[in-house]
């Protein structure tokens, strides 16, 4: 598989690949944007701190 030179992978509290239309970053609601939860790296944003959200009114 080749290298992308961004990841383009959905994290699972992703609802929507980024760039989606009426979607946006957002701080995750799991970890806070801390990327971490209970010491670990947060699977719901893959420690990124960062989720894709729908975003209201779009
Ligand atoms: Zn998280």
Redesign the pocket.
């Known amino acids: 598989m080749a290298d992308k030179p961004q990841s383009t992978k959905l994290n699972p509290?992703d609802v929507a690949p980024p760039g989606t239309p009426a979607t946006g970053e957002g701080p995750?609601p799991?970890?806070q944007g801390?990327?971490q939860?209970n010491g670990q790296r947060?699977r719901?944003?893959d420690?990124s701190?960062i989720?894709i959200q729908g975003v209201a009114g779009g």
């Open positions: 509290g995750c799991d970890c801390k990327g939860l947060c719901t944003c420690g701190g989720v």
